[in-house]
């Protein structure tokens, strides 16, 4: 019997049997995340134990239709998921998201005959998917050849790309200035991936950096043909990214809820100036719970509705017209905005309902702030908030691109 | 042909004849509501003229069964009506508002017997319901007789009571410190209703003072049975007249928005020293409008949901428990502490991407800023945020009472 | 003995006799104007009574230096005043401060053989200046001929011209584009002075329309050497402008909040759900005026701070250097932000605190906010802010302007 | 030549030579403690090293009247000197200050025989001093023998009590309920005290626990006459370390503004939708930069104006009066209450002006919101709001406590 041992597990942690491990849900995955995710926090690099666990449990499936062999999941079940997985650790969360994201850049810019054979092979070989897209990054050039291309240079920002099986790699095609984008496995020759990632927060999602010496990369591979948001339908991959992202600055916040609040509960001192009985009974702590508890439900009908919205664009396929693409941008846009700022006062306010004892560095609460703050510049709340005026003011859909 | 003059149309503006008028849509009732809001928010008093039109609309049947004569409305599409003569004129939407949850009281705190003759005379003799309710103020009283009760004393914040038709009014009845409500012709003797409401906003609700000089009440008029907030299900009153204080928060503030928005693209004049070809365009100007599509956007999710759960409680009828009660709480809490800061925030702000010539009294534009600040002053954010955080933090739903 | 009644006195407020009115102090002026400032704010027009109660007081004289007759007062005094007229009458504050700004606009922009005569006719006459200069505002022209200019054409926004002795008038010479600027007596031919003003705040500063009618201006009225802007003494002129305006918004946020505090602890009634014995017990209550109290600390030693600077670099003269006038403008807008910001704060939250029964119209309470919100567009916070963080990033003093 | 090597100095950072430490000013020292603050920052532990350079510099004898020694500093300038440290390094800032608390404590509390020695000897013989005050920690109890008490149990939060030469201790007397404090050598038998402070933030401050075993402290290292809090003066104490904090907190953020400007100015990308020609120029960058200068400008004034009070306060000596102390209590928590919530925005929202690169944890930036999210736990801003809305709307000084 096969036990994969997670790497911080004392002896007594032991993950489901493999034999068992395809019945895991999502909710008992969380539970195993959980127990060790504040020590991962602290080690960082590669949650391989976790990666392996998900790559058990089928949910790298998930999104990939039935007819392909996967689970079928709407994204708006997908992205439940994420946000679920996030509550308890969002490097994870991020990864496995990112997953699906790739899955759904290969479905959105390629042929029939591309991504169906990705998407068997993804499930009947458990491909985790990992990323090398980052378009602001101009350093990977790519040289067009006959019937293939050559892509060589640097690469940040790859997330999840350490242990995986394939990768979304993009490269400027210098002659003509535009971004090329193609699907590798991770282990051809010419695909170095360091373990460079040493931040703050997401610190086990291994968003290093990659280096390409001239990787060749098959027309076969290129994903040119509808290509990069090519039409209102394509244009669907970065409001998948920026949903993505929503649900997983949410899950962070609703992490740190539960944990606050359970620490109020059982843990906090009532100040001693306090009129009340117990700092659970506390006016001021009542208050900030109040603000806590309106802040996320807000945050959350705004991402479920982007989400549902999303599923309805992404079931209109190359019908879908640049209005209803708009409606989606603006959906997400107005989510990733309150989830980032709601997530950021409630993981830098939680301290207050949780007192000084909750800062001991046991309890490494401080990751959830770190995490949500490191992850919510992924691209600026300015300009995000720029577009919604615009569309509030001049009636104008944001502009598609890989950030809008 | 009978013709209706509104108070303030300069001989131009004539409201439908009465023949038409029952097709009247709330979108037409509201253009003709909004070409003198501004004005009447100056003169104040009794809007009369557009309390006629709604009689005549025969929207003051909406939320009557269509088994009694009514429209069958669902309270979404109730509060929906509300919301949106809201954003033209928050007065008139008050008093329509709370028409509706007169009506609602006597069908949750009375028999059959009672509010069935009410509900079909409402229909039949269009009538219109005011409120002197006010649970805070103990200073009328009820003596009882045998078969009837007397009231005697005054009461305050009796919006709608002038040119009501059936009024609901509350006495205590002082001897068990308990309080009595009741439904009683507006002109019946020893009731009278005083024009003394002058105040910052709101100001064509008429909630002004009424006074009781042994007001005769039969016992057939009292609310006795079930009575107050006698189960979950007659404890939804309170929860629908928060429902409709968050629907005209919100209606206040999409209103505001709607007419900043149409100055800033129209009139306003770019900052000299802005690189923006226009205000429209000004980076800050639209930043400011996404926060405020932001806000509204999460305020309307927040409010139709809480809807949406009222109506599915009201279904329940006695059926209901207190936990689905408590559900309900939740969220009309949510929506309301919602709308009233964003509202708020948005009512100050509007100014700063209209700009200073937009001060002018002609516009009236600060009514929006005033109408809200008092209506959200109905009772206080900060304890509807304590019972949040109760809620959040304890797991305890609000305890049912007139505000809560 | 001559009895000067202020307009709204019901027959039992008189103001002092005249011939004792010389020594009025700010302090006993404010008593007087704060006993019908509700009253004037409902009627709006020109404060005549006030305005004469100033001229009688002295205080017109206040900021002229004492060999010329005045008296001799350092900025930080005259502002001192300005604030405490304007906790009680904001509209009186401003015409008040802009005729001392007026007179150092003279100073700043004019040789001294032109200001020194106008000191002491002001001194002499009881002169009062208004403002008729808005840059922004090019629709007077001026056209040169032998030894005078003609004006012509209209202007906006020319606070305190009504009742006015002299004016500062502004023109666009057309065929260099440059602003022209001089003092005129208002009753000159060729001046209308419109009583156009109906605002919702900042009723009574008149700060209506005029209208020039080939006007005749004289080269000896005309302040072209040094000349606007010429020097860093100069651009001291608009820097003394937005203090005024920093020191009138804190003053009206000082006046809300003392009338505030006088509600709350006579008037407001505890909520029923609160555990505190009163409503100034409760701990909601009083986290709130903490909140106010630290905001108005903090803008008050700003703006202190900044008319410290002020009056130090008003006695450089011409010796002044553009880094000493470059830090009095950081300080200056600072103040000003900080002044806009907490006062729109406190006089919309005010209510939260006093109550719903307080936004009775007697009160008038909501002119607080409608004061600060007016006057507080002069011109816009986010370009403020722009400018202070270009200071604080990249060490660039703003660039004088009339805003600036 | 004796030379103290930093802890993580790489060979090329020697401390100045011990001959020459003495005259090392603040600047130099902070120049030293910056070079690694951020990888102490991460070790955590005790900074020998830098605690060392401190007794070296002699600043340790700051506050110390000249006629004892010391260099009779002002308050203010001690302060300063805490600042201007906090802003490299608030763990070393917390523990000097605390030493200079320390000292204050003696004074405040105790008879001239008693500190005048313990001032001469820290002169003398560089001690540092450590606190093991905590006075809501009650598990060290005191019982009293003849001439002596004995002191047992544990004490959390002594910061600075590692490597320190004397201790400020309290014990709960039992029979009597009544705090004892006292001075006592940290080498004393009886006295334990743990490196297990692992907290995450100021993670250099030792602030973890003691114990004590039996400890004889002698009736003349009691601090019994005049005692805790014995008077307006001796209730300056608590007002001295929440000044203390006020600064440090203050320090962390302009340390963080600094770093974070001249990595924008440096290194921080321009976002491509920008119109901006850099990331210095970005209209949104700049004006966050605008609030962050408003938001420290008033905290400065603040801070300042508070140890202005307080210096002259401390003049006062046993005839300070209640009022002035009240006065003084006010302005400190007005300042401090500032610092904290000015400084908890920068230090989170600093990043979104640096941008995604600047969270590698290379730079280590997220240190200043978890140094200032950790110490502005040090007692609830709420209960500090709800004293100074006691102040402005009662007019109710703060009543003296170990916070207060």
Redesign the interface.
């Known amino acids: 019997m096969a036990v994969i041992e997670t790497g911080h597990s004392a002896g007594s942690l032991r993950a489901p049997d493999l034999a068992t491990q395809r019945t895991l849900t999502v909710q008992e995955l969380c539970t195993v995340f959980a127990s060790t995710a504040a020590q991962r926090d602290k080690d960082g690099g590669t949650p391989k134990a976790e990666r392996d666990l998900l790559r058990a449990s089928g949910l790298l499936t998930m999104s990939i239709p039935v007819e392909h062999g996967g689970q079928g999941a709407s994204w708006q079940q997908t992205l439940a998921a994420v946000r679920e997985i996030a509550r308890v650790d969002s490097s994870v969360a991020h990864v496995f998201a990112f997953h699906h994201l790739l899955l759904a850049t290969a479905r959105l810019f390629g042929q029939r005959q591309q991504w169906q054979p990705w998407f068997e092979q993804t499930v009947q070989q458990r491909w985790f998917w990992g990323n090398a897209l980052n378009p602001?990054d101009e350093r990977t050039t790519s040289i067009a050849h006959a019937g293939w291309r050559e892509f060589s240079g640097q690469k940040s920002?790859c997330s999840g790309a350490t242990d995986s099986d394939m990768l979304i790699v993009s490269a400027l095609q210098a002659d003509i200035g535009k971004l090329v984008i193609a699907a590798v496995p991770t282990g051809r020759a010419g695909i170095a991936v360091f373990q460079d990632w040493?931040?703050?927060?997401q610190r086990q999602t291994d968003s290093g950096s990659a280096r390409f010496d001239a990787l060749r990369v098959e027309e076969g591979e290129v994903l040119a043909d509808p290509g990069p948001l090519s039409s209102p339908f394509a244009c669907l991959r970065p409001l998948l990214a920026q949903l993505i992202l929503a649900n997983i600055y949410l899950g962070i916040a609703e992490g740190a809820?539960a944990e606050a609040?359970q620490y109020?509960?059982t843990q906090s001192?009532r100040?001693?100036?306090?009129?009340a009985a117990s700092a659970?009974e506390d006016?001021?702590?009542?208050?900030?719970?109040?603000?806590?508890?309106?802040g996320l439900?807000?945050?959350r009908?705004?991402t479920d509705?982007a989400a549902a919205l999303f599923d309805a664009a992404w079931q209109q396929d190359l019908a879908l017209g640049d209005a209803q693409r708009g409606e989606v941008a603006v959906?997400v846009a107005?989510a990733k905005?309150?989830a980032s700022k709601t997530g950021?006062d409630l993981t830098?306010r939680m301290?207050?309902v949780s007192?000084?004892r909750s800062?001991?560095?046991?309890l490494?609460?401080?990751r959830y702030?770190?995490n949500l703050?490191?992850h919510t510049?992924?691209?600026?709340?300015?300009?995000?908030?720029?577009?919604?005026?615009?569309?509030?003011?001049?009636a104008r859909y944001p502009t598609p691109?890989f950030?809008s």
Not at 271 to 275: D, F, L, N, T
Not at 283 to 294: I, K, N, Q
Not at 359 to 362: H, R
Not at 378 to 393: Q, T
Request: proline content about 3%.
């Open positions: 602001l920002f040493d931040n703050m927060g809820l609040g109020t509960r001192r100040w001693h100036a306090s009129p659970s006016l001021y702590v009542l208050a900030h719970y109040g603000e806590f508890h309106v439900a807000g945050a009908l705004l509705h959906a107005t905005v309150v950021l830098s301290f207050e007192g000084a800062t001991t560095a046991a490494r609460f401080d702030w770190r703050r490191v510049l992924h691209d600026p709340v300015d300009y995000k908030l720029r577009e919604l005026g615009d569309w509030a003011l001049n691109s950030y």
